[in-house]
């Protein structure tokens, strides 16, 4: 499956924004989807996922009630609904999937073999 991320841009703290991922290729409603995020000189880190068959999220603390991730198996398209941005949000977002992770294993990127190109997020003060 290929995945193609956009909706990236420079916004100020308190705003909102929105990540589409858009996958083609491949049998969308069999993936489980993720966002992770990846800050300069940071290790790349979850964000949320999404299980193929659910409309419930599952989140990184930081990021708990103020993002939201859904998906569409009609647009086989993934979304990150991010409000009440902070700078310490500013990263490159990446989506990702995986056809046979575990819930166990749901935030480890090891268990994710198809990638986007990524999309930044900067967040001004």
Do not use: H
Not at 17 to 25: D, F, I, K, P, T
Not at 33 to 48: C, T
Not at 89 to 104: F, G, Q, R
């Amino acid at each position: 499956v290929q995945l193609q991320a956009s909706g990236g841009g420079l916004v100020q703290a308190g705003d909102s924004l929105r990540l589409s991922c858009a996958a083609s290729g491949g049998t969308f409603r069999s993936y489980t989807m993720v966002w992770f995020r990846q800050a300069p000189g940071k290790e790349r880190e979850f964000v949320a996922a999404i299980r193929r068959s659910s409309s419930n999220g599952v989140y990184a603390d930081s990021v708990k009630g103020r993002f939201t991730i859904s998906r569409d198996n009609v647009k086989n398209t993934v979304y990150l609904q991010m409000n009440s941005l902070k700078p310490e949000d500013t990263a490159v977002y990446y989506c990702a999937a995986s056809s046979s992770v575990i819930s166990s294993s749901i935030s480890d990127r090891r268990f994710y073999g198809y990638w986007g190109q990524g999309t930044l997020v900067t967040v001004s003060s």
